[in-house]
C-alpha cells in the first residue's frame, strides 16, 4: 500500500534536516542560512557537504549526491523509501499509516538486531558463570577490570558446539545462520555456534544497537580473531569498535589503535577516545566515520614491520580528510596495551604530547628505506624526500621539512627547495592543462554527472531547469505554462519532464512543492542531480518573465532542431541542378 501524500507532508514537515544531518556529520555554520561539513558519502579535506535549512535539502559539491530528508536516511542508513520512512516515522513520534504486515527486509532487519542483543546478554551472563572461567582468567591476566568488563558488555563463548543456538529458543537456526552466530552444518539441518571458547566483543553502533561481534580465541583456535561476517545490520569496513562510547569523549581526538583489548585497555588507562578497525585493513567509510567526530586522529598501531606499514596506509586515508593526523612511537613496547602495563597512564599522556605528525612520520619511513650511504641510496630519498614535500600546501612546512631533509641527505637547502619547486610548478601545469580541458567544453559541462541522465539537447535542457526551478519556488507560475500551452511533452529531458508531471499533480490537489518530499520519491542518482539544478541561482523577482523566457528557449531549441539544415538544403539544391542539365 502506497503511503499516503498527507502524511508524507506531515512526516517532512516535522524533520528538520539540520538536525537530522546533524546526527551523522559535525557541520558548521558558513554562509546564509547553509551549514556545511565533511560528505558522509566520500573523503575530502575541505567541508563541500552543504545543508540547507530554507529549502530543507542537503547538496555535495564533491560527489554531487543531494536530496532530502528521506533520500539522506537511504543513503545512509542503505534503506528502501519505505523503511527510510518509517526510520524518520518513529524519530519524529509519528505512527505510520498502513498497521498491515511489516515490510519483509525491516522486519529481518528488526528480528537480527533483537537477537544480537540477547546473544550479547547471553555472552555476557557466560562470561560470569563457571563456563566463562577461562575468558576471565585471561581478562585478569592482561588486567582488564569488571568495571570495563561492564562498560563494553564483554562476554565469553563456551567451549561447546551449541551454547548459544540452545541458548536462543525463541529463534530459528535460518536466523541464527543469517545474523552471522552460527554455521550451517555438513548434515541436513543442522548448525553450529559460530564463535566457541572465545572472549566476546559487542560491536555496538553509534545508536546503541548491537550489530556484531568479535571474538578472541582463548584456546589454540583459528583464527586468533573472528569476527562477524557481513549481514543486513553489519558491515566490518563501515564501522569502529567502541565508537558508541568514544564519540562521547571530550578529549578532542580519536585514538586508533589495532587490536580490540588495546581499546578496553586505553579506556581504562582514562583514554576514553580509543577505537579500532574490525578485523580489517583501515576503509575510507571508516576515515569518514571518524571525521564525523573528531578533527584530530592519532594512530596507535603496533611497532612491527605489519604495523608501521599498516599506518602509512591509514595516513594516506586520512589525507584525503581534513583530519589532522599524528602517529606513536611505542619505542621498545609492541603495542598500546604493553606500553601502559610498562610505563603507565601517564607515560602515554606524554606520548600522545609528543606524538609525531605524519609529515615526520612519513620523512622517517623514507630515511629507514633507504641506504644513505651510498650516492644512489641518497638520490632515491631526495625523491621520495621532495615528492612527499611538494604536496604540501604550507610554505613554512615545506621550508622547516625542506631543511631537515637536506640535513638528512647532505645537501643545500637551496638544493631541496629548487626541487620541491620544480615538482610543485610540473603538478600545477598539468591540474591547469586538465581544467582548461574541462571549461574549454561549455556543453559538456552542463551535462548531469550521471550519463544514464544526458540531455538531449544541453540548451533546451537549461532552459527546462530553469522552468522547473521557478515552479518550485511558486507553483502559481503553472498558470503561465497553460497559457502558453506548454506542457511536459515539450521537454527534452524525461526527467525534468517527470519533475513537470509531479509539480502539476501537486498543483491540482492543492499541495505545495516541498523540496525535500518532491525528491524523495526519485532514485538516488535523479535526486542528486534534482538537487544540483535546485542549487543554481534563479532571477525569483522575475519570476513570470523568467519562465516566459524559458519557454520561449525550449520552443526555439526545439524549432532549430526541426527545422532542415541549410547545408543539407543547399546540397539537395545543386544536386537538382546537376541532375536538370544533365537530363
Given at each position: 500500500m502506497a503511503i499516503p501524500e498527507s502524511f508524507l507532508d506531515e512526516l517532512v514537515a516535522r524533520t528538520d534536516i539540520v538536525e537530522l544531518v546533524g546526527g551523522y556529520v559535525r557541520l558548521i555554520k558558513r554562509s546564509g542560512s547553509n551549514m556545511f561539513g565533511l560528505c558522509p558519502f566520500h573523503s575530502e579535506k575541505t567541508p563541500s557537504f552543504s545543508v540547507s535549512s530554507d529549502k530543507q535539502i542537503y547538496h555535495c559539491f564533491g560527489c554531487q549526491k543531494g536530496g532530502g530528508a528521506i533520500n539522506f536516511v537511504m543513503e545512509i542508513e542503505n534503506l528502501e523509501f519505505r523503511d527510510a520512512v518509517e526510520f524518520l516515522a518513529k524519530r519524529a513520534g509519528m505512527t505510520m499509516p498502513d498497521e498491515g504486515a511489516p515490510d519483509e527486509f525491516l522486519h529481518k532487519r528488526r528480528r537480527m538486531l533483537e537477537l544480537n542483543r540477547d546473544a550479547a546478554r547471553y555472552f555476557h551472563e557466560t562470561l560470569l558463570s563457571p563456563s566463562g572461567e577461562s575468558a576471565r582468567?585471561?581478562?585478569?591476566?592482561?588486567?582488564?577490570?569488571?568495571?570495563?568488563?561492564?562498560?563494553?558488555?564483554?562476554?565469553?563463548?563456551?567451549?561447546?558446539?551449541?551454547?548459544?543456538?540452545?541458548?536462543?529458543?525463541?529463534?530459528?537456526?535460518?536466523?541464527?545462520?543469517?545474523?552471522?552466530?552460527?554455521?550451517?552444518?555438513?548434515?541436513?539441518?543442522?548448525?553450529?555456534?559460530?564463535?566457541?571458547?572465545?572472549?566476546?566483543?559487542?560491536?555496538?553502533?553509534?545508536?546503541?544497537?548491537?550489530?556484531?561481534?568479535?571474538?578472541?580465541?582463548?584456546?589454540?583456535?583459528?583464527?586468533?580473531?573472528?569476527?562477524?561476517?557481513?549481514?543486513?545490520?553489519?558491515?566490518?569496513?563501515?564501522?569502529?569498535?567502541?565508537?558508541?562510547?568514544?564519540?562521547?569523549?571530550?578529549?578532542?581526538?580519536?585514538?586508533?589503535?589495532?587490536?580490540?583489548?588495546?581499546?578496553?585497555?586505553?579506556?581504562?588507562?582514562?583514554?576514553?577516545?580509543?577505537?579500532?578497525?574490525?578485523?580489517?585493513?583501515?576503509?575510507?567509510?571508516?576515515?569518514?566515520?571518524?571525521?564525523?567526530?573528531?578533527?584530530?586522529?592519532?594512530?596507535?598501531?603496533?611497532?612491527?614491520?605489519?604495523?608501521?606499514?599498516?599506518?602509512?596506509?591509514?595516513?594516506?586515508?586520512?589525507?584525503?580528510?581534513?583530519?589532522?593526523?599524528?602517529?606513536?612511537?611505542?619505542?621498545?613496547?609492541?603495542?598500546?596495551?604493553?606500553?601502559?602495563?610498562?610505563?603507565?597512564?601517564?607515560?602515554?599522556?606524554?606520548?600522545?604530547e609528543r606524538s609525531e605528525n605524519h609529515i615526520e612520520y612519513r620523512l622517517m619511513t623514507i630515511k629507514n628505506n633507504a641506504d644513505l650511504g651510498s650516492d644512489e641510496g641518497r638520490l632515491k630519498y631526495i625523491y621520495a624526500a621532495t615528492e612527499l614535500l611538494s604536496e604540501l600546501a604550507s610554505e613554512p612546512e615545506r621550508e622547516i621539512y625542506g631543511a631537515q631533509v637536506a640535513k638528512t641527505a647532505g645537501i643545500s637547502p637551496e638544493s631541496v627547495e629548487n626541487e620541491v619547486k620544480k615538482m610543485r610548478k610540473t603538478k600545477r601545469a598539468r591540474q591547469r592543462k586538465q581544467y582548461e580541458k574541462r571549461v574549454t567544453r561549455p556543453a559538456a559541462a552542463m551535462q548531469p554527472a550521471d550519463r544514464s541522465l544526458r540531455y538531449e539537447n544541453e540548451y533546451s535542457a537549461a532552459a527546462e531547469e530553469g522552468v522547473i526551478r521557478c515552479l518550485m519556488r511558486d507553483l502559481e507560475l503553472l498558470r503561465i505554462c497553460e497559457d502558453m500551452n506548454f506542457g511536459s511533452e515539450e521537454f527534452t529531458s524525461p526527467l525534468l519532464a517527470k519533475v513537470y508531471e509531479v509539480l502539476s499533480m501537486r498543483e491540482s490537489r492543492g499541495r505545495e512543492p516541498t523540496e525535500g518530499l518532491i525528491l524523495s520519491g526519485f532514485p538516488a542518482n535523479e535526486a542528486s542531480q534534482l538537487t544540483v539544478i535546485l542549487q543554481k541561482p534563479e532571477a525569483t523577482p522575475h519570476s513570470e518573465k523568467s519562465i516566459r523566457d524559458y519557454i520561449e528557449k525550449i520552443r526555439a531549441e526545439k524549432y532549430k532542431s526541426d527545422a532542415p539544415d541549410e547545408k543539407l538544403l543547399l546540397a539537395i539544391k545543386k544536386y537538382r541542378e546537376m541532375k536538370d542539365v544533365g537530363g
Open positions: 582468567k585471561y581478562l585478569a591476566k592482561r588486567g582488564i577490570s569488571q568495571k570495563m568488563v561492564t562498560r563494553f558488555g564483554l562476554g565469553a563463548a563456551p567451549d561447546a558446539w551449541s551454547g548459544l543456538l540452545d541458548a536462543m529458543s525463541g529463534y530459528t537456526k535460518q536466523e541464527l545462520i543469517d545474523a552471522g552466530l552460527a554455521r550451517r552444518g555438513k548434515k541436513e539441518g543442522g548448525a553450529y555456534d559460530m564463535f566457541r571458547n572465545r572472549l566476546i566483543f559487542p560491536v555496538i553502533d553509534v545508536r546503541g544497537g548491537v550489530i556484531g561481534f568479535s571474538g578472541r580465541a582463548l584456546g589454540d583456535n583459528e583464527p586468533k580473531y573472528l569476527n562477524s561476517p557481513d549481514t543486513l545490520v553489519f558491515n566490518k569496513s563501515r564501522n569502529l569498535f567502541a565508537l558508541n562510547i568514544a564519540k562521547k569523549s571530550k578529549s578532542g581526538m580519536l585514538i586508533l589503535a589495532e587490536g580490540n583489548i588495546d581499546v578496553v585497555a586505553l579506556h581504562q588507562a582514562g583514554f576514553d577516545c580509543a577505537v579500532a578497525a574490525l578485523g580489517t585493513a583501515l576503509t575510507e567509510d571508516q576515515v569518514r566515520l571518524m571525521a564525523r567526530y573528531t578533527e584530530s586522529a592519532v594512530i596507535a598501531f603496533d611497532a612491527d614491520e605489519a604495523g608501521k606499514k599498516a599506518a602509512l596506509r591509514a595516513i594516506g586515508l586520512f589525507e584525503k580528510t581534513k583530519l589532522g593526523v599524528k602517529v606513536l612511537d611505542f619505542g621498545e613496547a609492541k603495542d598500546p596495551d604493553e606500553f601502559l602495563q610498562k610505563s603507565g597512564a601517564d607515560a602515554f599522556s606524554l606520548l600522545l
